[in-house]
């Protein structure tokens, strides 16, 4: 398996982890492909040197190492945000305040961390699109858990993804877990972790501009839902945050596809 491969590479190699991490900082604020392609490399010349043969290639944007490291990314954000916030603020979530909407991002590293920890599911029987649109189901209970975190002890949003963060990026994305909804790749969790944290993070006030490489992964994750309704249509906007807000009902939705939308809330 290449991310097994390379793993041991980088243990057994400290100039080709000099280089991975230097990659890793140079390419920060490039987005997703930008990362992916030049990860790609690095790998693909580091598992030459080994004679491993590589894989053949996965379609652009699926490197589940690079999704675990854009929502990491969103998250640290995040973290560094949330100090500066009035608790007391109102969101663009009805009836949520900045402490509710922390709250809640508060709880998702360590629910994450719990489902790699349970034993992996049999079957997977959920998407993508299946888990963005099943949030609607599970307001009443999201809305609960948030209000009861904010009224008890301080959130501590840097503590969960500190405490989260090594365990996602050693998890390998292609396996299953079982979430709230049912079972799902690792790999759409992911995703769908990323639209989350991006879009709760523009309910904030002040918003957060989101990590590009976590905006990039929420704006292919959107239009992938689309497709899934409507295959022809298009999000009608060279904008990602733009098609994210109005993917997600934060901002009026092109007349083109004003009747598909929202697709998630």
């Given at each position: 398996m290449e991310r097994l491969a390379f793993r041991d590479a980088l243990r057994g190699d400290p100039a080709l982890a000099a280089d991975y991490t230097e990659l890793k900082r140079a390419l920060a604020g490039e987005g997703l492909a930008a990362y992916t392609a030049g990860k790609r490399e690095l790998v693909a010349g580091a598992l030459a040197r080994s004679a491993i043969a590589l894989p053949p290639p996965r379609p652009a944007g699926y490197d589940g190492l690079a999704l675990a490291a854009a929502l990491v990314a969103q998250w640290q954000l995040l973290a560094l945000h949330a100090p500066t916030l009035e608790l007391a603020a109102p969101t663009r979530v009805t009836g949520w305040r900045n402490s509710e909407a922390l709250a809640h991002l508060t709880l998702q590293p360590g629910l994450l961390v719990r489902f790699l920890a349970a034993v992996e599911p049999g079957e997977?029987?959920?998407?993508?699109?299946?888990?963005?649109?099943?949030?609607?189901?599970?307001?009443?209970?999201?809305?609960?858990?948030?209000r009861r975190h904010?009224?008890?002890?301080?959130?501590?949003?840097?503590?969960?993804?500190?405490?989260?963060?090594?365990?996602?990026?050693?998890?390998?994305?292609?396996?299953?877990?079982?979430?709230?909804?049912?079972?799902?790749?690792?790999?759409?969790?992911?995703?769908?972790?990323?639209?989350?944290?991006?879009?709760?993070?523009?309910?904030?006030?002040?918003?957060l501009s989101p990590h590009p490489a976590a905006l990039a992964v929420a704006a292919e994750a959107l239009t992938a839902v689309?497709?899934?309704?409507?295959?022809?249509?298009?999000?009608?906007?060279?904008?990602?945050?733009?098609?994210v807000e109005a993917a997600t009902g934060r901002r009026a939705a092109p007349p083109s596809i004003a009747g598909l939308l929202p697709l998630s809330s």
């Open positions: 997977v029987t959920g998407d993508l699109a299946t888990n963005l649109v099943g949030t609607r189901r599970l307001a009443e209970a999201i809305d609960t858990a948030a904010a009224g008890a002890s301080a959130v501590d949003l840097r503590t969960a993804v500190d405490a989260a963060a090594p365990v996602l990026l050693r998890a390998d994305p292609g396996r299953r877990v079982t979430t709230l909804q049912g079972a799902i790749t690792l790999d759409a969790y992911l995703r769908t972790r990323c639209v989350e944290a991006v879009v709760h993070g523009g309910d904030l006030v002040p918003p689309l497709h899934g309704r409507a295959p022809t249509a298009t999000p009608a906007s060279t904008d990602p945050l733009g098609w």
